[in-house]
Nanobody, 125 residues
């Protein structure tokens, strides 16, 4: 089992940047592919980005390509989401998730085994 705690959310103006962090504890962090999802009010949870266990492969939703970067530090048991050029439509609760020993990182919520509590990101226009 792994416990995930997100941090780094907040209020930012359009065009600004934020870096989200997700600290993991429990079983070996490198056993997990990691993902970021977001959920806006009244909408389904949607895929944002994912990273393989080693960090060698990353995946991003089309809506964030060129603006968001996912990375991980296995020595620090942490995954990051660097968000730049933020837009009001990026406003949501952002969740990190862990997928135990996957073949490839999942891009759907059902592919993940553990979730953090979420951190709010609000982008004002």
């Amino acid at each position: 089992q792994v416990q995930l705690v997100e941090s780094g959310g907040g209020l930012v103006q359009a065009g600004g940047s934020l870096r989200l962090s997700c600290a993991a504890s429990g079983r070996t962090f490198s056993s997990y592919a990691m993902g970021w999802f977001r959920q806006a009010p009244g909408k389904e949870r949607e895929f944002v980005a994912a990273i393989s266990r080693s960090g060698g492969r990353t995946y991003r939703a089309d809506s964030v390509k060129g603006r968001f970067t996912i990375s991980r530090d296995n020595a620090e048991n942490t995954v990051y989401l660097q968000m730049t050029n933020l837009k009001p439509e990026d406003t949501a609760v952002y969740y990190c998730a862990a997928d135990y020993l996957p073949t490839v990182p999942a891009k759907t919520p059902g592919g993940y085994d553990y979730w953090g509590q979420g951190t709010q990101v609000t982008v004002s226009s």
